[in-house]
């Protein structure tokens, strides 16, 4: 049963430039949420999908933007990329009946040059 | 704006010696939890803790939960090398009234040398 999974493992894109990450759920896995972990700190939460639409949302910039498609996989999208978007994008993954239970992909490394 | 604190930031310890990790918070969390992030790899979760007082022991490690559900600490006894790793805690805040998002606080970075 594969777990989590996210793509691709490391990222290294320009200031200006645009980005989409992706993830796939742990099987019987519908609900989707994405956080940000900057170098040495706790993982800071974006967004949620689940049923395709964004249900939650942090304290985040409209430049994050994400999708939910129909088996459940993710993206999420970072357009105009700052320095200070460099971190490492986690995905993690439950079922709506379970929320308390996130499984955790390994991570998107971005580093923003 | 809820904020779970973690203390100690940095901890270095000698095999075999106990550690107190401490997360604590003004706020008040549905439930909390305990995850431990190794370097390359997402946070695996340890426990979760709901009641107000509530005491759970994993073998080596204790998580005890605040009466008022603010705070929490994380005991481990005879820590080994292969405790090593990010600790984090992380509360289950309400939002909206009915569904809930996951604050993470700031983390604790041990180091368990042989």
């Known amino acids: 049963d594969a777990g989590v999974t996210q793509s691709p493992t490391h990222l290294i894109k320009t200031r200006g430039q645009q980005v989409t990450l992706r993830c796939s759920p742990k099987s019987g896995h519908d609900t989707v949420s994405w956080y940000q972990q900057a170098l040495g700190q706790g993982p800071q939460f974006i967004f949620q999908y689940y049923e395709e639409e964004e249900r939650q949302r942090g304290n985040f910039p409209d430049r994050f933007s994400g999708h939910q498609f129909p088996n459940y996989s993710s993206e999420l999208n970072v357009n105009a990329l700052l320095l200070g978007d460099s971190a490492l994008y986690l995905c993690?993954?439950?079922?709506?009946?379970?929320?308390?239970?996130?499984?955790f992909g390994p991570g998107t490394r971005l580093t923003v040059t | 704006t809820q904020l779970l604190e973690q203390s100690p930031q940095f901890l270095s310890i000698q095999e075999g010696e106990n550690l107190t990790v401490y997360c604590n918070s003004s706020?008040?969390?549905?439930?909390l939890q305990w995850y431990r992030q190794e370097p390359g790899e997402g946070p695996v979760l340890l426990v979760t803790v709901v009641t107000g007082g509530e005491v759970k022991k994993l073998k080596r490690l204790t998580f005890q939960f605040g009466d008022a559900r603010k705070d929490s600490s994380l005991h481990i006894t005879a820590a080994q090398p292969g405790d090593t790793g990010l600790y984090l805690c992380a509360g289950w805040a309400l939002y909206g009234g009915a569904t809930n998002k996951l604050i993470f606080g700031t983390g604790t970075l041990l180091a368990v040398q042989p």
């Open positions: 993690a993954s439950s079922f709506r009946g379970s929320p308390y239970e996130q499984y």
């Open positions: 706020s008040v969390f549905s439930s």
